[in-house]
């Protein structure tokens, strides 16, 4: 929880505006995690972790070929899809890439991989035009924030599903960090046992203006409605687009043979949920207050 509420002060540090801290030299900062190699793994069931030490990547594997969750920034596409054939896959044998939201640090492959593949691109629906178009909301034209544009073969909305041979996710609208940000929920074999798996999208105000001239339309509305949704679903496993929001390394190194797997972990979900939902009203106040003091 302390490297949570540590990479969570960081982004809303930058959010607020702070004089010290452009974008340039927040992104400088972080760089180094979010592109150091991390040692792929199977996560649980058919799900792998083939992302970077700060940036979450997943592969899950289907009876008819691959399913690639998210990329990282541009610079490790070339890693990740070393980490995919490490575990023994095939990045040919990619069918499906599905995006959480449209940020370059989950987006930076996309264009490559689909361009060396054929895979099918499947989004939410209003973070189309921000694939389509390389670009952070609000900010269109700010450089740091762009990324290569990439063709979206299928929207998604709250409910809709995606299947590649034996393997069915649900999406799962969650709005808020994006306008389309988009969470997928499947079922994974976890020994004898069923788990119900979420990929959550992000619940974070990063880089987003929630007054003024928000990032986007109705905003605040957005994120509280994602908090409540969340909150109220009832999942066995919590994985994220960043490894500090589910602990993944210090689970990672208490996964043992014949152990529970440490990935597994009932009420998460609502307890991050609820962290999520205090630094958003305790953001959107200072933002309120740095407004009224222009």
């Not at 959010?15 to 180094?32: E, N, P, R, S």
């Not at 990672?252 to 999520?276: C, H, I, W």
Request: proline share 5%; aromatic share 8%; with cysteine.
């Amino acid at each position: 929880m302390r490297r949570l509420t540590a990479a969570l002060c960081a982004l809303a540090f930058l959010a607020t505006g702070a004089q010290a801290q452009t974008i340039k030299d927040f992104l400088a900062a972080v760089m180094q995690k979010w592109t150091a190699p991390f040692e792929p793994f199977q996560l649980i069931g058919n799900v792998y972790y083939v992302g970077t030490e700060g940036i979450s990547v997943y592969v899950i594997r289907t009876s008819q070929g691959l399913i690639l969750m998210d990329t990282a920034m541009p610079q490790s596409t070339g890693m990740i899809k070393d980490n995919i054939a490490r575990l023994g896959f095939k990045v040919a044998d990619v069918k499906i890439v599905l995006n959480s939201h449209a940020h370059l640090d989950h987006t930076g492959g996309f264009a490559e991989i689909k361009k060396e593949t054929g895979a099918q691109l499947v989004a939410g629906e209003r973070d189309k035009p921000l694939l389509e178009g390389g670009y952070y909301p609000g900010d269109e034209k700010n450089e740091d924030l762009a990324f290569a544009p990439v063709k979206v073969d299928r929207v998604v909305k709250e409910g809709d599903k995606v299947t590649l041979g034996d393997t069915t996710l649900t999406a799962h609208a969650t709005p808020g960090h994006s306008p389309g940000c988009t969470s997928w929920e499947m079922t994974v074999k976890d020994g004898e046992q069923n788990r119900e798996v979420l990929f959550f999208c992000s619940g974070t105000v990063a880089l987003n203006r929630l007054v003024g001239q928000p990032t986007y339309p109705g905003i605040v509305d957005d994120y509280r409605a994602t908090y409540a949704k969340v909150k109220a679903m009832k999942v066995d496993v919590l994985l994220g687009p960043h490894p500090e929001v589910y602990g993944m390394q210090a689970k990672r190194a208490q996964m043992k043979d014949g152990a529970q797997n440490p990935f597994v972990k009932p009420g998460e979900l609502a307890t991050y949920a609820t962290s999520l939902s205090e630094d958003f009203d305790k953001q959107l106040a200072k933002q309120t207050a740095a407004l009224e003091k222009k």
